[in-house]
């Protein structure tokens, strides 16, 4: 069984900062990536950043580039969200999920195999 647990989300100021972190568990993965998406309320769920498990690669959406960035530790089997000057757009539901298997980072949520329960950001202006 399969287990993403987030956790570091919250409320913070516009400008503040919060790292989300998504540990995965429950079996071995041999080539795999992780994201993160995020959903407002009333609006559609929207890609965030994504990372290839071996080698690093990185993508991260052009909404929050420079401001967020996504890291992992392989030891712990974890994936970071650092979420910098953040602004009350940013206030979403955010979710990691994990991409078993492929070759390539997606963007599209549809890809992505396993879902964590989510966390609450809000972002107050």
């Known amino acids: 069984q399969v287990q993403l647990v987030e956790s570091g989300g919250g409320l913070v100021q516009a400008g503040g900062s919060l790292r989300l972190s998504c540990a995965a568990s429950?079996?071995?993965?041999?080539?795999?990536?992780m994201g993160w998406f995020r959903q407002a309320p009333g609006k559609e769920c929207e890609f965030v950043a994504a990372i290839w498990w071996t080698g690093g690669s990185e993508y991260v959406a052009d909404s929050v580039k420079g401001r967020f960035t996504i890291s992992k530790d392989n030891g712990k089997s974890t994936v970071y969200l650092q979420m910098n000057s953040l602004k009350p757009e940013d206030t979403a539901v955010y979710y990691c999920a994990l991409d078993d298997g492929g070759t390539y980072l997606k963007l599209g949520a549809a890809a992505y195999d396993y879902w964590g329960q989510g966390t609450q950001v809000t972002v107050s202006s």
């Open positions: 429950g079996r071995t993965f041999r080539s795999y990536a």
